[in-house]
């Protein structure tokens, strides 16, 4: 299983690679900006990664391979609340029930009361999911979902740095990064029967 973790890591991060080669070309020497624009490539790609992303962390659940459930639920509606961030759904042809809970005041109501739900469950147990939470930053799956968000704070730094050149180019493609590694942490979770795993996965009280 960690060889397939290692060739999925390597497939995820090579592309990432790739992309980012030819983004910069494209932008750079060809003067294509298409290639960052709202819902151009890089905006599908990241919609691709993070949809991915939640499949593959509700995954576990499914198969019953962790007793742990709320860290997966958890780790699901983050990647869920990306997901409908980066969809713009609203400009979809999607039936506007699916407009009013994917977008705008429907959908940050709908985030809210899953956050708030999670956090408040956890907060009733609260001794033992402060043993699973620092567990769970420890280990690999959660190092990887914090570097994932060191990328997606680092995209938003461009957002808001005007004055660097192609500055949206740098805010997407760290966006892609920060997707990228959010997804090789849901598949550690998958693939990867370790000691840092081994220590989230306490006797389940969900």
Not at 18 to 35: G, T
Not at 108 to 116: E, H, K, R, S
Request: neutral net charge; glycine residues 6%.
């Amino acid at each position: 299983m960690k060889n397939w973790f290692r060739f999925l890591c390597f497939l995820v991060l090579g592309l990432f690679i790739a992309v980012f080669i030819w983004a910069s070309h494209a932008v750079f020497v060809l003067d294509n900006v298409n290639v960052y624009s709202e819902n151009g490539p890089l905006e599908n790609m990241q919609v691709g990664l993070i949809a991915i992303s939640c499949f593959v962390f509700l995954t576990p659940l499914t198969l019953k391979k962790n007793s742990e459930k709320l860290t997966h639920l958890f780790c699901f509606w983050l990647c869920y609340s990306f997901l409908v961030r980066e969809l713009d759904i609203e400009r979809l042809d999607a039936p506007d029930f699916l407009v009013l809970i994917g977008s705008g005041i429907g959908r940050n109501i709908i985030l809210a009361v899953g956050f708030i739900s999670l956090t408040g469950y956890a907060l009733s147990k609260f001794s033992y999911y402060k043993e699973v939470a620092l567990a769970f930053l420890k280990s690999k799956t959660g190092l990887l979902l914090m570097l994932g968000g060191l990328f997606l704070v680092t995209g938003t730094l461009f957002e808001i740095s005007s004055s660097i050149n192609q500055n949206v180019l740098f805010e997407e493609l760290f966006e892609l990064g920060g997707y990228c590694f959010i997804l090789v942490s849901a598949l550690s979770l998958n693939f990867i029967s370790s000691p840092e795993k081994s220590s989230v996965t306490m006797p389940s009280k969900i």
